[in-house]
């Protein structure tokens, strides 16, 4: 796992884009979908995948919502619009009734934290569909 720049995501064929501000959490998750078998690309904040463009080579982003700057669904409405359709995943605690039904009314699947990792790798293998084996 690691930040890794938008030339070496293209190389490694990141899969799972992962976004959290927390580096513990993002660490802790991108080890554990990379454990499932999951080839991940994990960010620190919206602008850092941004500064990517559209990375249209991930088969599912795992954005958490309360991120410093551009929250989650801003993210995904912004990745949308530059023609982004992998499924994607919000990561939020305690979410309201109007959160639910905008992640929801996005197109997206809500999981709430504190999370286990089993039921992410379940969510992403459900949304997402079959993935190949990473190349080692």
């Not at 513990?24 to 990379?34: G, K, P, T, Y």
């Not at 551009?70 to 109007?98: E, F, Q, Y």
């Amino acid at each position: 796992m690691a930040d890794f720049p938008p030339e070496e995501s293209r190389a490694v064929g990141a899969r799972v884009l992962l976004v959290d501000a927390d580096a513990a959490v993002r660490a802790a998750v991108a080890f554990a979908l990379e454990v499932e078998g999951f080839v991940v690309g994990a960010y620190e904040t919206a602008d850092a995948l941004l500064a990517l463009g559209a990375p249209q080579d991930s088969r599912c982003l795992v954005l958490d919502h309360r991120l410093p700057g551009t929250d989650g669904l801003a993210l995904l409405g912004r990745l949308r619009a530059s023609g982004v359709r992998s499924p994607a995943i919000l990561l939020t605690s305690n979410p309201s009734r109007r959160l639910r039904r905008r992640i929801e009314d996005a197109g997206a699947r809500l999981i709430e934290k504190p999370l286990l990792s089993h039921a992410l790798a379940a969510t992403i293998r459900s949304v997402a569909g079959p993935f190949q084996e990473p190349v080692q």
